[in-house]
């Protein structure tokens, strides 16, 4: 059986095919088709089973409007990346002049997934997946044609690099947030604060007593790396009274930690208070849920969208605020005085 298309039931009507295609686009408003002929072209194609290829005329109008990469950095934004594609999803819907397709960095490798998409056509890319100056170095813009990347989840800190024009970096410091957060629990009466804290390898870092370390390599599952090699040592401290609110840069390994702790007779939050990092969706149905500090990528994403749109001119450096979303995991702790936004999800 073939499949049928847009000419056969031009063909079938004796009518043009753009009157087909307007009448079941949706556009024929916009070409004053009546509405009894617009009944007769969609009864004929049902009749003659015509199915849609969306993918067909989304590569058709590309020429035509604005092309998006949402470039993926790595599994750790999964859970970033999620609401972005269903907002993306739900505003592009609506538009006709914008479509965006989605690009994953290989091995990180950031460099071919924007060349991967210059050769789809694509010149404008959102890199979602926690980025900093170094790694948007390794694109290598000057191999390139002109473009514009929008590092939608960038990391400000300590030494910045100098980036080519074309970069926009929308993202917040996080070294200093925790800074701000431990500085506010130990004040409050909420510490000791605790702070597990990943590190590269040939990376140089000071120990500090306050902080448990532990070698970002080869680590296949988090979950389980945070409930049988970080738990033991937050066990340790929790019960010698040298933890009493514990920061993980991950939620995955949080819930991990949970778990063992939980197993071993320590209480959440009533003996130690944890909180997580990314705001993955499954945080908030841990069997204690978690608390979790949420980046704003959405947020800045939503900003990006709305100035490409408009053809704003876009600042090259913006920093928002990130979200501490409250579940049972911390206590109902009182947080007037702390300066970044707080709610109760």
Known sequence: ?????????????????????????????????????????????????????????????????????????????????????????????LRDDCDFSVLYAPEDDLGEAVRNGIGLGIRD???????????????????????SVYAADYCFGEGEKELPAVVSRIGFDRTAYYRELCGFLNSAGYGPVNIVQAYEPGEEFQQEAHKIYYLFEHIKDLFAFGAEHLAPQVEERVRAGACRTLLLRNDSLAIGVMETLLAHGIRIPEDVAVIGFNNAPFSAYAKVPLTTIAPPVLEGVKLLLKGILEQEELPKELRIAPTLNLRSSVPDWNWEGFVFPVKKS
């Open 1 to 93: 059986m073939s499949i049928v298309t847009i000419r056969d039931i031009a063909r079938a009507l004796n009518i043009d095919p753009s009157t087909v295609s307007s009448c079941l686009s949706g556009k024929a408003a916009k070409r004053r088709i009546s509405p009894e002929r617009i009944e007769e072209v969609r009864r004929k194609a049902a009749e003659m089973g015509y199915i849609p290829n969306k993918l067909a005329s989304r590569i058709f109008r590309r020429n035509s409007k604005k092309y998006l990469g949402l470039v993926v950095r790595n599994d750790t934004a999964n859970s970033r990346v999620f609401p972005v594609l269903d907002y993306l999803m739900r505003e592009l819907a």
């Open 125 to 147: 890319f959102i890199i979602i997946g926690y980025v900093r100056g170094a790694d948007l170095e390794t694109i290598g813009f000057e191999q390139l044609p002109e473009i």
